[in-house]
């Protein structure tokens, strides 16, 4: 099956078709065909996002309740990492090849039915490796629905719309946890249950999405171009631009809980600080991605990564239920930001027929700035917080110092393609 292809500038004549050519103004919220496509898929991840949310907190529990050794139960979490991350690129293949609900629809559907493997009477040995494998079919998924994102948005909104996925995926963080929390408290395997259940009902959802590509809204780039070494190449720096806050949430997601606990947090103030952490991504990540959009990327991540850096050390010196409870929104204020911009500016560097590849690479690598901080903030918390909490400063930095060399002053990366 060849790829379909648009030629240079998406149209036959060079350029975005007349009638279909945005301008500064337009919303692509305006297009009842956009329209179509854009809200079944924004619930649907709403909902998808959801399930995980209920499971992720509950799964070490779940396996330390059936006397899963702790050392297998970091390997596990590990191997959801590795496996989500693995995928990425092969389903972007795919979901380029292939018609992208049908990527989407069946990776989902797959995600949806794999929680239910975990109440099986699996040996110890198999559960990273159910992990890995179910961790890994959420990469047709995202790369799949990302894409589509790209195939139904004119370039110059695109900050905003991968900012209102931000928030869709952020809304399942903000419920999530907390709802799986109650559950758990019913019955733990009922958490699976309704996880799975809301995937499936995610997947029922996007049923309604239509089954053609739009492809309107190409840029100027010949495909034959772009392949994977220098769709690498082109992708790289924003990874490094996305990796400082991938990174900070990862130190978050992986020691946070304990190093509240430890200050003398209750399980209930541990819930609670992660949905401080989910709430400004709710909140502002439409915002600052149409402020990206409008007047450039360059302040929002000056700003982003000038807080992070100075909240790092902050961290390790917060104590007390309400300081660190701050903190914790602080932190979901300052990786807000990052993720939708560089998404936004991947898809502009590509036609529609290499939107899942890109995005698969750029997922990729932010994933492993995810796996690393998880790592290396396990192993240091023991040894100093202060140094575990530092190195967000660190990388950081030079995320920073990445996004100040690729975008200019008074860039308006709709128009610019992000300063390339």
Not at 58 to 87: E, F, H, Q, R, V
Not at 145 to 173: C, K, N, Q
Not at 277 to 289: E, I, K, N, Y
Request: hydrophobic letters at 50%; glycine letters at 10%; aromatic letters at 8%.
């Amino acid at each position: 099956m060849t790829e379909d292809v648009l030629p240079e500038g998406g149209h036959p004549g060079g350029g975005l078709p007349p009638h279909s050519r945005p301008t500064s103004s337009d919303s692509p919220l305006r297009d009842a065909a956009t329209r179509q496509t854009l809200r079944p898929l924004l619930l649907g991840n709403i909902m998808q996002a959801l399930g995980i949310q209920i499971f992720a907190p509950i799964l070490p529990i779940y396996l330390a309740k059936n006397d899963i050794s702790s050392g297998l139960i970091g390997l596990t979490m590990a191997a959801g990492i590795a496996g989500y991350g693995s995928t990425q690129y092969p389903s972007g293949r795919i979901a380029d090849r292939f018609d992208r609900r049908l990527v989407l629809l069946s990776g989902m559907l797959l995600y949806s039915l794999a929680f239910y493997v975990y109440l099986l009477p699996l040996p110890g040995p198999a559960i990273p490796v159910v992990r890995f494998l179910h961790a890994g079919l959420a990469g047709l998924y995202t790369v799949s629905a990302v894409a589509v994102l790209a195939d139904v948005t004119p370039i110059e909104h695109r900050g905003r719309m991968y900012g209102t996925w931000h928030a869709s995926t952020r809304t399942g963080f903000l419920i999530g946890p907390l709802l799986g929390g109650i559950i758990a408290s019913v019955n733990l395997e009922f958490a699976f249950i309704f996880s799975g259940a809301s995937c499936l009902i995610a997947c029922a959802v996007m049923t309604r999405l239509p089954h053609s590509r739009p492809q309107r809204y190409a840029v100027a780039e010949k495909p034959s171009t772009v392949k994977a070494p220098g769709l690498l190449r082109r992708i790289l720096p924003l990874i490094l631009i996305g990796a400082g806050c991938d990174y900070a949430s990862g130190t978050f997601m992986a020691i946070w809980s304990l190093w509240m606990i430890s200050n003398g947090a209750t399980t209930l103030a541990v819930g609670l600080a992660f949905c401080l952490f989910a709430l400004p991504a709710v909140l502002l990540s439409t915002w600052l991605g149409t402020a990206a959009d409008r007047y450039g990327p360059r302040r929002i991540l000056f700003l982003s990564y000038l807080g992070l850096a100075v909240l790092g050390p902050l961290c390790a010196l917060a104590h007390g239920t309400v300081v660190l409870s701050t903190v914790a929104l602080l932190a979901g204020l300052f990786t807000t930001a990052a993720r939708p911009i560089v998404s936004a500016d991947a898809s502009r560097l590509v036609t529609p027929a290499f939107q899942a590849r890109a995005q698969s690479v750029l997922f990729t690598g932010l994933m492993a700035a995810q796996l690393i901080a998880a790592i290396a903030a396990g192993l240091l918390l023991g040894l100093s917080p202060l140094l575990a909490f530092t190195t967000i400063s660190i990388v950081s930095v030079i995320s920073l110092s990445v996004s100040l060399t690729r975008y200019r002053p008074g860039d308006a990366a709709g128009w610019a393609g992000g300063g390339s």
